[in-house]
């Protein structure tokens, strides 16, 4: 399955790419699945209905949550966490809830990880490839995930409808569900896909 693990819809302030857009238009780009992933808030069920839509697509809803020390993708069961965690508090409360974390753009200059979050173990799973960041910064990126055997995964992180779909995720078991995407992380039965649409 091809699913984009990285996607801002209108419920983040940064991103022009509304709800309706992704939903028509994830199919066409060779997605099994989209996951929005909006700024510490998700809002986004307000709007839409979680799970397999009319065409085929699946639909998960996780979030970006913000950290002094790095940004994460967090999926499952987490919309009672509490805003303002440090990362050292959040991905254990992650965990403790079963749910899965993916490290967002570790090595991206602006908004780098805190290395101690890899050197403690506390995430095992990162973005070897984010649509936004620059091959350097992505390069880096692989590096940190191959020193510290962890799980490389990719995302587009769109923001705009020509970016949506650009980095994909391969999953190599089948994904029905939230459920199946937090196991199928925590197993590490994914990488980043071959497939990587240039801008248009």
Excluded at 19 to 38: F, K, M, Q, Y
Excluded at 162 to 184: H, I, K, M, W
Aim: net charge negative; hydrophobic share 40%.
């Amino acid at each position: 399955m091809l699913i984009d693990l990285h996607v801002h819809s209108t419920c983040s302030p940064c991103s022009i790419l509304k709800p309706s857009e992704i939903l028509s238009n994830a199919r066409s780009l060779g997605l099994d699945a989209v996951c929005i992933t909006d700024h510490d808030t998700m809002s986004i069920l307000t709007q839409c209905r979680e799970g397999f839509q009319p065409d085929g697509l699946l639909l998960i809803v996780g979030m970006e949550y913000t950290t002094d020390q790095g940004d994460y993708l967090i999926f499952g069961n987490v919309r009672s966490l509490p805003q303002g965690l440090s990362a050292e508090a959040l991905l254990p409360a992650v965990r403790d809830l079963g749910g899965a974390a993916i490290s967002a753009h570790p090595c991206r200059t602006w908004r780098p990880a805190d290395p101690v979050i890899f050197d403690r173990g506390l995430c095992t799973i990162a973005e070897a490839e984010n649509g936004r960041n620059t091959n350097v910064e992505n390069d880096l990126a692989m590096s940190l995930i191959a020193g510290h055997d962890m799980t490389a995964v990719a995302g587009s992180d769109a923001h705009s409808l020509s970016e949506l779909g650009r980095c994909p995720t391969r999953f190599t078991v089948p994904v029905n569900s939230t459920r199946d995407l937090v196991e199928a992380l925590n197993r590490g039965q994914c990488r980043p896909s071959m497939v990587h649409r240039s801008a248009a």
